[in-house]
């Protein structure tokens, strides 16, 4: 199994080369040259700061939180915030929340946050788990299996799905 890796990093930056290049330091530590990267964009909650992701691509792994923590581990860095679970997790470091907390140096260069996400490849999301009976056909009086053809053909008749909306007519 795997998981699908994003990074984001907001950085003090001076445009988005400069934010571009703080991203390059956190893929080049993370040995990933990264799928896909979005546009940096200004981040306007921190004055002076720009947002930039990328697609780490999906690595091999069947515990999301353990995909996180690896990867956490090769940015020199401490004071990582860890949540989620075996499906989904993620890794949050804040600059001024490492600085109070460990005294820490500026790790990454230009980096004030970064968040480390993993979870299921698009498509691979695991199913839900539903109970359900089985209709036992052949336990069904004449009169019970007329009563269940009758109600599915009105449903369909009348242009209304499971939810009770309409029906998409193709």
């Known amino acids: 199994m795997s998981r699908r890796v994003n990074v984001t990093v907001i950085a003090r930056a001076d445009g988005p080369a ?3 290049a703080v991203l390059d330091q956190v893929l080049s530590a993370l040995e990933a040259p990264g799928a896909g990267r979005g546009k940096p964009e200004r981040y306007d909650k921190f004055p002076g700061c720009w947002l930039n992701a990328a697609v780490v691509g999906e690595l091999p792994g069947d515990d ?13 860095l401490t004071g ?4 989620g679970d075996e499906d ?11 600085a109070t907390q460990a005294g820490e140096d500026d790790g990454v260069p230009g980096a004030r ?3 480390i996400e993993a979870a299921h490849p698009p ?6 788990v539903e109970d359900l009976t089985p209709l036992a056909t052949g336990d069904l009086t004449e009169e019970e299996k007329a009563d269940i053809v009758a109600f599915l053909t009105e449903i369909a008749a009348d242009g209304t799905g499971a939810e009770g909306g309409p029906r998409p007519h193709g």
């Open 18 to 20: 400069a934010t571009a």
């Open 64 to 76: 999301a939180q353990d995909v996180v923590a690896r990867l956490a581990a090769r940015l020199p």
């Open 80 to 83: 990582w915030h860890f949540s």
């Open 88 to 98: 989904a997790a993620d890794a949050v470091w804040d600059a001024d929340r490492a």
């Open 113 to 115: 946050w970064i968040l």
């Open 123 to 128: 498509g691979d999301e695991p199913a839900q």
